[in-house]
């Protein structure tokens, strides 16, 4: 895979360069809520300024379905780019029609331009090979060469990731390399102790890499809606928790596979529960009780792990060399049951070893919650993209960029 710095060796000073970037961020009624994936392209758009290219910075945001949706537009994050950079930034209304082209043929050496939601055209996400293709071509004739920078999009096979690469001549962008680097400590190179924590909703959006990791983890902590479905596999009473009732066969079988195996499986002894969901608009005070996991009353619902279980999770992490967290253990969004997760980055911040917040929601709790995101061994821009590399998975756009 060749890297921006092997680029910039060879001079990039006046030609068009396309950062394929993610800058698919969290909106709320038109405001950037967490600029972090901005922030993490700035070293390579950065570089491409400084060495004098035409940069033509693109990305998808949010789910449109294949046509302009103003709710999705990237004009938020072009803006803050602009912001951050200390620069105007040229903004293209479209992707690859008249006012991308006129964007881009207005560039100067060290100016910077930003085409319009790539999934606003149909072709970035179709299944058809040729329909991708095509427009693989339209964004191509915008550019000389090509730099893949959008680490959270690299699981996807889409036009900008996987067919435009091939295109032109390709080299993965600052962000990636550091991803990529990450992520082989987690896999190639691991230190033990090994600890992952893993939350989020729904188990079976984990079971792949769970299964994977039964075989290379030292110890799993499992939290957040997804414990429900395991407390629930021991025979335990959830009540209207979060519940997968079809995957509990499958978390009954990784559970007797680690105790097989010899890796701890560590869940919850204690959770916040209540009989309502917290309002998350407005943030006003949750009525809730703590009760030991086996005791969940059939009425209520678990929303953060407890006391003891903080106090657990940290003594399993205090000691590790290598820490992998993705996913929030509790609903984090609201401060009553905040209190978990928030116990999970403290214990990553004191612990020793190498610490990795694997991207998506539990980045985003870190940085809510007012962590230095500093002081984090590393953390990731693309929580699906980290997941699907640990379950060993080949990624389109990682692939797209090895030849």
């Given at each position: ?365 870190v940085r809510n919650l007012g ?15 980290s997941l699907e590399y640990l ?13």
């Open positions: 895979m060749k890297t921006i710095d092997e680029l910039l060796a060879e001079g990039v000073e006046g030609k068009r360069v396309f950062v394929r970037a993610d800058l698919n961020v969290p909106l709320a009624e038109g405001s950037i809520t967490d600029d972090g994936r901005i922030r993490a392209v700035l070293p390579t758009v950065q570089a491409l300024v400084a060495a004098g290219a035409k940069v033509v910075v693109a990305s998808h945001l949010g789910r449109p379905k294949g046509a302009p949706d103003p709710q999705f537009s990237l004009l938020p994050a072009a803006e803050r780019l602009g912001e951050l950079l200390g620069a105007p930034v040229a903004f293209a209304q479209d992707t690859v029609g008249p006012a991308a082209h006129d964007a881009v043929d207005g560039l100067q050496p060290g100016q910077v331009a930003v085409v319009e939601n790539l999934r606003f055209n149909a072709g970035e996400t179709a299944k058809d090979d040729a329909e991708r293709g095509a427009f693989a071509d339209q964004l191509a004739a915008l550019a000389d060469v090509y730099v893949g920078d959008g680490f959270g999009a690299v699981h996807r096979k889409h036009a900008s990731v996987f067919d435009l690469p091939a295109r032109l001549p390709h080299y993965a962008g600052y962000l990636i390399a550091t991803e990529v680097g990450v992520l082989k400590k987690l896999t190639e190179d691991v230190k033990r102790p090994y600890t992952v924590v893993l939350g989020g909703a729904k188990v079976s959006d984990k079971l792949a890499v769970i299964d994977e990791l039964l075989g290379k983890a030292d110890r799993i902590l499992i939290g957040g809606g997804m414990a429900y479905t395991f407390l629930k596999a021991k025979g335990y009473e959830v009540g209207i928790s979060l519940l997968q009732e079809d995957q509990i066969p499958v978390v009954t079988e990784y559970m007797e596979r680690a105790e097989k195996n010899g890796v701890e499986l560590v869940l919850p002894v204690d959770v916040l529960v209540s009989k309502d969901f917290p309002d998350l608009k407005t943030k006003a005070p949750a009525d809730f009780q703590t009760v030991d996991a086996d005791k969940i009353p059939a009425d209520q619902e678990g929303l953060d792990i407890g006391p003891e279980s903080r106090e657990l999770f940290a003594s399993k992490i205090a000691d590790a060399e290598t820490v992998f967290w993705n996913g929030p253990v509790g609903v984090a969004e609201h401060p009553d049951y905040a209190g978990g997760t928030s116990a999970v980055a403290r214990a990553l911040l004191n612990c020793d070893g190498f610490t990795v917040v694997g991207g998506g929601d539990s980045a985003a709790a962590f230095d995101e500093n002081a984090f061994g590393h953390i990731s821009t693309g929580g699906g993209a379950e060993g998975k080949t990624l389109p756009g990682l692939a797209a960029l090895e030849d």
